[in-house]
Nanobody, 122 residues
């Protein structure tokens, strides 16, 4: 069993930066899984944001490419999403997720955090 806890959400102005963190615990194999960020805006489906493999390979949604950076610290079992040049359309609840393989669809991820709210004001 893997537990994921997100933190770092809040309110920022458009163009500003925000850093989200996800702390993973509960399994000796956390460093071997793919970690990802998804987001869900009100009335919309949960959408993929970015994932990072155990070896550090990354993949981003086109909507955030060049603005967001995902990273991980396997020694600390943490995953970070650095958000830059935030836009109002980035407003959503952001979720951390873990999977055995890299994927961009939510059903592929078994473990989820509780989510953290990010609001970008225009």
């Amino acid at each position: 069993q893997v537990q994921l806890v997100e933190s770092g959400g809040g309110l920022v102005q458009a163009g500003e930066s925000l850093r989200l963190s996800c702390a993973a615990s509960g399994s000796a194999f956390i460093s071997a899984v793919v970690m990802a960020w998804f987001r869900q805006a009100p009335g919309k489906e949960r959408e993929f944001v970015a994932f990072i493999s155990s070896g550090g390979s990354t993949y981003y949604a086109d909507s955030v490419k060049g603005r967001f950076t995902i990273s991980r610290d396997n020694a600390k079992n943490t995953v970070t999403l650095q958000m830059s040049s935030a836009k109002p359309e980035d407003t959503a609840v952001y979720y951390c997720a873990a999977s055995a393989r890299g994927a961009i669809t939510a059903p592929s991820y078994i473990y989820w955090g509780q989510g953290t709210q990010v609001t970008v004001a225009s």
